[in-house]
């Protein structure tokens, strides 16, 4: 079964640093997706950033960067210019290859704290 | 354009009694996914369902059942509830089956279990 592990259950950044959670998850497929979901007090999982398993140029959004490396099978995420929105917990997720289903299988998260 | 509504946003239900959560996907959306997040912990799957058909299922006992209707809107259905089935329940719509690009989440449901 495939496993996602966050090992940093907290992290805190001072506004304007940068900051970087970390990721593992376990596979034995070669073909998959790895996202990164943020989830405010509000509830919502917001999507941050995805990632294709077969490219191995790594995703950027605006101040959101991954580093993915696929041999080792871990998926750090990078914020820059960290700001106070940013503060929310964030959850790593894998979903596999179609035959598998489509769901997705999330870490347990981190919180991430942004202080001014 | 409205995102994907749940309801209600909280519920409070006594342990044996049977609960219905709703969730309408975003416009034009297919799929309807349901997750349970227990508190602490990252979201677990139940259910998928893609035009109107089960289309995978989680590990969770027979208690728990959905279903989708003709206009994608889903059910999600609990019964004989128990104290662990307190949780924030998430609903996730997608235009396909095959959500490449990731699921857009409802805000959930807050059950408590008493």
């Known amino acids: 079964a495939q496993t996602v592990t966050q090992s940093q259950p907290e992290m805190s950044v001072q506004e304007a640093e940068t900051v970087t959670l970390s990721c593992t998850y376990d596979?034995?497929?070669?073909?998959?997706?790895l996202f990164w979901y943020k989830q405010p007090p509000s509830r919502q999982m917001i999507l941050v950033i995805r990632?294709?398993?077969?490219?191995?140029q790594n995703a950027t959004e605006n101040r959101f960067s991954v580093n993915f490396q696929k041999a080792a099978k871990s998926f750090s995420l990078k914020i820059s210019d960290s700001q106070l929105g940013d503060a929310a917990m964030y959850f790593c997720?894998?979903?596999?290859?179609?035959?598998?289903?489509?769901?997705?299988?999330f870490g347990a998260g981190t919180i991430l704290r942004v202080k001014s | 354009d409205a995102g994907v509504t749940q309801s209600p946003t909280h519920l409070i239900k006594t342990r044996g009694q049977q609960v219905t959560l709703r969730c309408s996907p975003i416009?034009?959306?297919?799929?309807v996914s349901w997750y349970q997040q227990v508190l602490g912990q990252g979201p677990q799957f139940i259910f998928q369902?893609?035009?109107?058909?089960?289309?995978g299922r989680g590990n969770f006992p027979d208690r728990f059942s959905a279903r989708q209707f003709p206009n994608y809107s889903s059910e999600l259905n609990v019964n004989a509830l128990l104290l662990g089935d307190s949780a924030l329940y998430l609903c996730?719509?997608?235009?396909?089956?095959?959500?490449?690009?990731?699921?857009?989440f409802g805000s959930g449901t807050r059950l408590t279990v008493v």
């Open positions: 596979t034995s497929e070669s073909d998959y997706y």
């Open positions: 996730a719509s997608s235009l396909w089956a095959q959500a490449d690009y990731g699921y857009t």
């Open positions: 990632q294709e398993a077969y490219k191995q």
């Open positions: 369902y893609y035009e109107k058909e089960e289309r």
């Open positions: 997720a894998y979903r596999g290859p179609m035959e598998y289903g489509n769901k997705l299988v």
């Open positions: 416009s034009g959306h297919k799929s």
